[in-house]
């Protein structure tokens, strides 16, 4: 079983961390935290038993969410008919 790290960024600068037993429960209740007025944004992470993350591994993570932001805004772009060369 995935243990998950549900990280929460509110527009304020402060960032809450509440840690669920299992990856669905994490998942599940995303969307209720994210519909909260003041979040900006919510993001769940796997996380073992162990106090923290071997570095590497965290940093490879790190490295897969950020190109899938990225491919995500591209796409967005892209949808909108913006920067068409990037496209295709």
């Not at 071997?54 to 790190?62: A, G, I, S, V, Y």
């Not at 897969?64 to 913006?82: A, L, P, T, W, Y």
């Amino acid at each position: 079983m995935i243990k998950a790290l549900m990280i929460i960024s509110m527009f304020g600068g402060n960032v809450y961390e509440v840690e669920y037993k299992d990856w669905d429960s994490c998942i599940s209740y995303m969307e209720q935290v994210r519909a909260q007025d003041a979040v900006e944004n919510v993001s769940c992470i796997p996380r073992n038993d162990e106090a923290a993350m071997e570095e590497e591994t965290f940093r490879k993570f790190l490295g897969m969410f950020n190109s899938m932001v990225k491919e995500i805004k591209r796409q967005r772009r892209c949808d909108d008919g913006h920067f068409y060369n990037e496209c295709g």
